[in-house]
């Protein structure tokens, strides 16, 4: 009986160890996202509720997670930075001091995550406002 509670303890442990480096590999990917995928606000959330939720319940952190791992980072690396909208000046331009600018400046785009619609871009980050395409 003794041995069977020893096992499952190690079994327990070994399963919280291999959480936290999901949880780990998740806050360092998170942290290391560009502003145009994820806001600061964004990347807060992800990184405390990884954190605190490993610390509370590891289980729910590990499948957290996963589910950040495996299905949005996918879409993150799969998306392009948004392209400079027309008529903005030419990098190469004195406005520019000859060199391009770090961001786009805040409007409506295609929405990087698809569907058809327009997002918001704030200059620095895509917000959660959507639209049809030229609508409002």
Same mark, same amino acid.
Do not use: C, H
């Given at each position: 009986? =003794?041995? =069977?509670?020893?096992?499952?303890? $190690?079994?327990?442990?070994?399963?919280?160890?291999?959480?936290?480096?999901?949880?780990?590999?998740? *806050? *360092?990917?998170?942290?290391?996202?560009?502003?145009?995928?994820?806001?600061?606000?964004?990347?807060?959330?992800? =990184?405390?509720?990884? $954190? *605190?939720?490993?610390?509370?319940?590891?289980?729910?952190?590990?499948?957290?997670?996963? =589910?950040?791992?495996?299905?949005?980072?996918?879409?993150?690396?799969?998306?392009?930075?948004?392209?400079?909208?027309?008529?903005?000046?030419?990098?190469?331009?004195?406005?520019?001091?000859?060199?391009?600018?770090?961001?786009?400046?805040?409007?409506?785009?295609?929405?990087?995550? @698809?569907?058809?619609?327009?997002?918001?871009?704030?200059?620095?980050?895509?917000?959660?406002? *959507?639209?049809?395409? @030229?609508?409002?």
């Amino acid at each position: 009986m =003794i041995s =069977i509670a020893r096992d499952l303890l $190690i079994t327990a442990g070994a399963l919280a160890l291999l959480t936290l480096a999901l949880v780990l590999w998740t *806050v *360092v990917d998170v942290a290391r996202r560009p502003r145009w995928q994820l806001s600061s606000g964004q990347k807060a959330m992800w =990184i405390i509720g990884s $954190i *605190v939720g490993w610390v509370l319940v590891w289980p729910v952190a590990a499948v957290t997670a996963v =589910i950040y791992l495996f299905v949005l980072r996918r879409r993150l690396n799969s998306l392009t930075p948004p392209a400079t909208p027309p008529g903005a000046p030419d990098s190469n331009s004195p406005a520019f001091g000859g060199r391009p600018p770090d961001l786009p400046p805040a409007a409506w785009y295609p929405d990087p995550a @698809g569907g058809g619609g327009e997002r918001w871009w704030d200059g620095r980050g895509w917000s959660d406002q *959507v639209r049809r395409q @030229g609508g409002d």
